[in-house]
């Protein structure tokens, strides 16, 4: 005994771990001994979890021999020590074989055992039972979840609710127990509360209605089919007996919301309801149906004001997590909706300074979304003073909303500029820097007028700067923006100072950028190139010298536009698919290699195209969670879709070349995306994707036959235009045979006129069927089938069809520049709101929103700016007004464009 | 984001001391059925990963909150141990804040008001009854600090039952027992 008291005492002075072995050996000896020691057993199994919750682990041998030790313990009436014993089987019971043999001790205690360890029991049972051995212990579930004491009921319910995987259908069974157990009110046993002689100054409450909270819980799975049940639930809780605990209110609200989800007809009936706890005492309660208002989008701005406004008292309360939630939750309404939170504007700048730095982070990203034209400069300069004493992590994140903040307000990019020049010259790691220059890189890019100051910038921070990559990426930019401006020589000279003082991987880059400026057709420009060129031939690094002698090389040819393809391309490949088509060149076997790999096959995108999508990536990927990784899974998404696009367009195209009649139209210009010409459920499922091409239309129509035991031959489509002067039709290729349940398509092919022509195109599908033998999946022999049609619904070409997004950086200069307006008034009936018009917009037209128009701030008026480019290269400029009237919604339309034709059929077809 | 309807809410209730060495680590997952996969529950090296990483991010930095890894932390820092309660992103700050201090308010009474990596290895018994009153496999038990220490029973005294119990009930066994057992020795025949 003396030595045990020793060790005991060493173990605590030194901290350290006891050994695994050690206890496992005492253990044995102790819980295997009679009679059972229950304050040594205690200790033990006390020193058993320790090792348990430290990592440690037993394998399946040992701790199922440990396991039948310990239910050895069952012997020793001792209620302290039976109470850990179930700690201890629950712990166990996942990594032991043949847990089941306590299960009986389990039920013993259940029904006859003192009240404390009872719930301690009851939650052991559901560790130990599975879905067949359940059975067993029904009566005693059913018993306990009705049971008067709270803890017991509460146990029971949860561990009702872990048995439902594996056990449904019995405890399906238990729903009127549990239905039961919500609405009756039950306590703790006023002894359990001498546990302890001073519980400080905390009240003993005669109930905390936990099981409430519980049995909702459960109710909501075993019902959750039942939409009408859960309605009734609801109501019944809301209004009759309302729940006490604030936990099950939480889960009823989140309950709540999800129907609304599925059904968004509900939303006007419960609204009522959530807004009626967006006053509670208890803060998870306000914050909950704040959260839920929020996320529904059939309410009104009013509605949701009421939400805002309880979120807006949130702000200011002492505990720090609510206030974490209640920015946390204005945050994600900024992204959809930024001009609601404006009230909470004031709350949020007191804020900045908050000791949390989440709270200050998201305060400040929030504001910034939120931010006007008006107050962006005193935001940004707000902003400036705490950037110092904020972590570089932080600052990436205020980095990058100021960056989507000045795309926004690009008349802005003064103070964003000056902003982000002093915070390059703070100290920081390369992340940072690199989140600062990329944020300069897209001003730039995007923000035209703001070329000559940021560059300047640029010119600066590559003086000095720690970073290789960084200095490459900007010497890249300077080389391709440099030229553009009124005074390129400027930047020579930055660049050169580069050539001289930096290592190899600088320098190289240095030299491509400098060659650039040659290009200009400035002879003095070039001859003075051209010398500092010749220098560079005698660095000492090969990459150098290489890159100078190749660019010296190229700018000597007489012929400069030859130059200009190789060092200044306008046109780039499209890495994803060049990188897919190279692994598939290299995986091929040794016959692939005799052809050499043909570079013309990878589509080009010229430059506004990809500043198209990458501007779209940019606005839309906004910063959702601050520094959680699931940013980046985003924006690969997005870099998917767009590869994902490509690769579409890419197998569309080879698909139609292989048909040798299609394959003479020249090359694919655009094509739609799948329109849906029939419903999902039919017997033949229709889709059609229209293709354009020069002269051409063709529309391909998938048919889908879903049916099992019905063979289509001869499928074919008659397709009517309405007029029949624009789309003249030419063939069609039918398919001929069509199995049960496969797929294919049929090409139905027109000459189009010239220009932007609209159409709608009626369609019947015609068809012999057959039966088919089920087995062999043949029709029989001689029979003939019978002719069949099958009127699908109508195909719309649109504008839309002929025009790709484009991105401009000046969209009111553009504006004015285009030609040819036109206008046009619409009066639209089936819309029910203008955000719904906006988006179905931007669809059909095909054309990107500029100056962030997409974000509708009003629900009486807004004005849409779209720019794009028709397939036939001409600019196209549109500005939709759209206004509510008593009558509907009024829409007025206005296109420019540098053709003619494409303004007016624009304007006269966008509905 | 769509808001958790599962019970499931506690994704673990972690204890480091001032080292970020671990004192209890209980991360969770449903004892029947699937486990989302991704759990750290019965992952040990992202688990250390992730106390390491967590503690480095919170220590001296008194926020009570933080956005990690995914997960909505919860902490509170004592002189030498922070106690840390995780949740999923979507998940009521403000409940699962309730629910740590349910705990922390609980270990204050059965640590008589002196929570320290010390009483807590000495009383490790009785904080591991608290956490496990706490939260069952994830789901929240109870959020009361007096109802959750109510549960927690202390250890047995001794071993040894040389308390002597003088009420009359007390004096009436001990003489039942001498009763009993004298009679027992008296049937054996010595």
Redesign the interface.
Same mark, same amino acid.
């Not at chain 1, 000791?355 to 989440?358: I, K, L, T, V, Y």
């Not at chain 2, 449903?30 to 699937?34: C, M, S, V, Y």
């Not at chain 2, 789901?139 to 007096?146: K, R, S």
């Given at each position: 005994m003396s030595t045990h008291t020793y060790k005991k005492f060493e173990d605590?002075d030194s901290?350290a771990l006891p050994d695994k072995m050690t206890v496992y050996q005492e253990c044995l000896q102790a819980f295997n001994a009679s009679p059972v020691?229950?304050?040594?057993c205690?200790?033990l199994?006390?020193?058993l979890?320790?090792l348990l919750?430290?990592?440690e682990s037993f394998p399946t041998a040992e701790s199922t021999t440990l396991f039948f030790s310990i239910s050895k313990l069952f012997q020793h009436n001792?209620?302290?020590?039976r109470?850990?014993v179930y700690?201890a089987i629950?712990e166990l019971s996942?990594v032991s074989d043949d847990v089941l043999m306590v299960t009986s001790s389990i039920m013993k205690d259940i029904q006859n055992g003192e009240i404390?360890?009872k =719930?301690?029991a009851i939650?052991a049972l559901?560790?130990v039972l599975?879905g067949t051995t359940i059975h067993a212990a029904e009566r005693i579930m059913k018993n306990s979840i009705v049971d008067k004491n709270q803890?017991v009921s509460?146990?029971a319910l949860?561990s009702s609710?872990?048995?439902? =995987?594996?056990a449904k259908d019995v405890v399906r069974r238990w729903t009127n127990e549990t239905q039961e157990s919500i609405s009756d009110s039950k306590s703790?046993p006023s002894q359990?509360?001498l546990?302890?002689e001073?519980?400080?100054a905390?009240?003993? =409450?005669l109930s905390?209605y936990?099981y409430q909270?519980?049995a909702l819980?459960?109710l909501?799975?075993l019902r959750n089919h039942d939409k009408m049940a859960l309605m009734k639930m609801i109501q019944q809780l809301s209004t009759n007996s309302p729940l006490k605990n604030?936990?099950a209110i939480?889960?009823l609200i989140?309950?709540i919301?999800?129907i609304i989800?599925e059904d968004s007809g509900l939303t006007q009936t419960l609204f009522p309801l959530l807004a009626s706890w967006l006053r509670h005492k208890?803060?998870?309660v306000e914050?909950?149906a704040a959260?839920?208002i929020l996320?529904l989008p059939g309410l009104t701005g009013e509605q949701h004001l009421q939400a805002i406004n309880t979120l807006q008292v949130l702000l200011s309360v002492p505990?720090?997590?609510?206030r974490?939630?209640a920015v946390?939750i204005l945050n994600?309404t900024a992204m959809k909706n930024p001009e609601k939170i404006v009230v909470c504007n004031v709350e949020l700048e007191s804020l900045i300074n908050d000791?949390?730095?989440?709270i200050s982070t998201y305060a400040i990203t929030t504001l910034l979304k939120t931010g006007n034209s008006d107050n962006v400069d005193r935001l940004i300069k707000t902003i400036s003073g705490f950037m110092d004493d904020i972590s570089d992590e932080f600052k990436i994140i205020v980095i990058e909303a100021v960056r989507t903040l000045s795309l926004k307000f690009p008349e802005k990019h003064q103070s964003m500029l000056s902003f982000l020049n002093d915070v390059l010259r703070d100290e920081g790691g390369f992340s940072f820097k690199n989140a600062i220059i990329e944020a300069i890189f897209d001003i730039i890019k995007f923000v035209p007028e703001s070329r000559e100051s940021a560059l300047e910038t640029l010119c600066e921070f590559i003086e000095d700067c720690e970073f290789t990559e960084l200095a490459v990426r900007v010497l890249h930019l300077l080389g391709t923006e440099g030229p553009k401006t009124p005074n390129p020589t400027l930047y020579i000279r930055h660049i050169y100072n580069r050539v001289v003082l930096e290592n190899s991987i600088v320098r190289s880059s240095a030299v491509i950028a400098l060659s650039k400026f040659a290009l200009l057709g400035d002879e003095s420009i070039s001859k003075s190139i051209k010398i500092l060129l010749t220098r560079c031939l005698s660095d000492v690094d090969d990459e150098v010298r290489d890159r100078a002698a190749l660019s010296l090389k190229l700018l000597s040819s007489k012929d400069i536009e030859e130059a200009k393809v190789y060092l200044a391309p306008s046109v780039k490949y499209s890495l994803p698919i060049l990188e897919q088509k190279l692994a598939l060149y290299v995986s091929g076997d040794k016959d692939t290699f005799s052809t050499p790999f043909d570079i013309s096959s990878i589509p080009t995108i010229t430059e506004e195209e990809a500043k198209a999508y990458e501007y779209k990536e940019k606005t839309a990927a906004d910063t959702e969670?601050?520094?959680? =990784?699931?940013k980046e899974d985003k924006e690969d998404d997005s870099q998917n879709e767009v590869f994902k696009q490509n690769l579409l367009h890419q197998q569309y195209s080879q698909e139609l070349a292989s048909i040798p009649e299609i394959a003479a139209y020249g090359t694919l210009l655009h094509s739609s995306a799948v329109v849906d010409l029939t419903e999902k459920e039919t017997e033949f499922v229709v889709t059609a994707v229209k293709h354009i091409f020069e002269d051409h239309l063709v529309i391909q129509y998938n048919v889908n036959n879903t049916l099992t035991d019905i063979q289509l031959d001869d499928v074919t489509i008659v397709s009517q235009p309405d007029a029949e002067d624009v789309f003249v039709e030419e063939f069609i290729i039918p398919i001929e045979v069509l199995k049960p349940q496969a797929e294919a398509a049929i090409y139905v092919s027109f000459s189009r006129a010239e220009g932007i022509e609209p159409g709608v195109f009626v369609n019947t599908l015609s068809y012999t069927s057959k039966d088919v033998d089920p087995a062999t999946l043949e029709p029989a022999e001689g029979d003939v089938g019978f002719p069949d049609e099958y009127q699908i619904e109508e195909l719309q070409v649109s504008p839309g069809d002929y025009i790709t997004p484009a991105f401009v950086g000046n969209f009111t200069h553009v504006w004015d520049e285009l030609p040819n307006e036109q206008s046009a008034v619409y009066n639209l009936k089936d819309v029910t709101s203008i955000e719904e018009s906006v988006s179905g917009l931007i669809k059909s037209l095909s054309m990107m929103p500029m100056e962030s128009s997409e974000i509708v701030s009003s629900s009486s008026h807004h004005t849409l700016k779209l720019y794009g480019k028709s397939l036939g290269g001409a600019r196209v400029a549109t500005v939709i007004r759209l206004a509510s009237t008593a009558k509907g919604f009024m829409m007025k339309v206005q296109v420019k464009s540098d053709d003619e034709i494409v303004s007016e059929s624009v304007a006269n077809n966008v509905v | 984001?769509?808001?958790?309807?599962?019970?499931y809410t506690v994704n673990s209730i972690i204890f480091l001391?001032n080292d970020g060495k671990?004192?209890?680590?209980?991360y969770y997952k449903?004892?029947?059925?699937?486990a989302d996969p991704d759990s750290l529950a019965g992952q040990?090296k992202k688990?250390?990963t992730f106390e390491a990483n967590l503690f480095q991010k919170t220590q001296k930095?008194?926020?009570?909150?933080?956005?990690f890894?995914?997960q909505i932390v919860?902490y509170k820092e004592y002189s030498d141990v922070i106690i840390y309660l995780t949740g999923g992103?979507n998940e009521?700050?403000?409940?699962?804040?309730?629910t740590l201090q349910g705990l922390i308010?609980a270990l204050?009474?059965?640590l008589?008001?002196s929570i320290d990596?010390?009483s807590i290895?000495?009383n490790?018994?009785m904080v591991?009854?608290a956490v496990?009153e706490t939260a069952?496999?994830g789901?929240?038990?109870?959020?009361? /600090?007096?109802?959750i220490?109510?549960?927690?029973?202390?250890? /047995?005294?001794?071993?040894v039952n040389i308390k002597i119990d003088l009420s009359e009930k007390g004096l009436f066994n001990a003489f039942q027992f001498a009763k009993s057992k004298v009679s027992e020795r008296l049937q054996q025949g010595f």
């Open positions: 605590l901290g020691q229950a304050k040594r205690r200790l199994l006390s020193r979890l320790r919750y430290c990592g001792d209620y302290s020590l109470q850990l700690v629950k996942a404390i360890y =719930p301690n939650r559901a560790r599975d803890s509460s146990a949860v609710y872990h048995l439902l =995987p594996v703790f359990q509360f546990t302890h001073y519980y400080g905390n009240k003993l =409450p905390t936990t909270y519980h819980g459960l909501y799975h604030s936990l939480v889960q989140r309950y919301g999800r989800e208890s803060d998870m914050l909950e959260k839920t996320s505990r720090t997590v609510t974490f939630a946390r994600r000791s949390n730095r989440s969670e601050i520094a959680s =990784p699931g | 984001m769509p808001a958790n309807i599962s019970l001391d671990r004192l209890l680590a209980k449903p004892p029947h059925g699937e040990d688990q250390a930095v008194n926020g009570d909150i933080i956005l890894e995914n919860v992103l009521n700050e403000a409940l699962l804040y309730t308010g204050d009474i059965v008589k008001s990596k010390k290895q000495e490790y018994d591991s009854l496990d069952d496999d789901i929240i038990l109870e959020t009361d /600090p007096a109802v220490a109510s549960r927690v029973t202390k250890a /047995p005294t001794d071993d």
